[in-house]
């Protein structure tokens, strides 16, 4: 037997797996939801300034798009099983999103055509 440090160091990946075994499934998607609203607010371009600059400077529509599209899916999904106390915090900032995506955009979409509108209806 040795006695090398290896030996007696955790493994990081059974730490993750236990870790994450602890946690429940609505923090999980809360916590997704959230990361995917952060990035869609900076790709809207509600990104703070700074001292490099104005925040809309990180403006991608075609990114914020994708992000919005995915947390509508998320939301819809997920809400009858998160409950209405979560679901209905991810739901106005998720309708937050999509009004500042169709401010932002120079070309509006058309009612219920907007990003994850398939998943949400028309929001106006």
Request: hydrophobic share 45%; glycine share 8%; aromatic share 2%.
């Amino acid at each position: 037997m040795s006695d090398s440090p290896a030996h007696d160091a955790p493994d990081p990946t059974a730490e993750a797996v236990r870790d994450i075994a602890d946690v429940a499934a609505v923090e999980v998607i809360t916590t997704a939801a959230v990361h995917l609203m952060s990035a869609a607010a900076v790709k809207c371009g509600l990104a703070e300034d700074d001292a490099d600059g104005a925040g809309a400077r990180h403006r991608d529509l075609d990114e914020a798009r994708k992000l919005i599209t995915a947390l509508a899916a998320l939301v819809t999904a997920s809400a009858p099983d998160i409950g209405n106390q979560h679901a209905r915090s991810l739901r106005d900032g998720l309708r937050s999103l999509q009004l500042a995506f169709r401010e932002a955009s120079p070309f509006p979409d058309a009612p219920g055509e907007g990003p994850g509108e398939a998943f949400t209806g028309p929001v106006s």
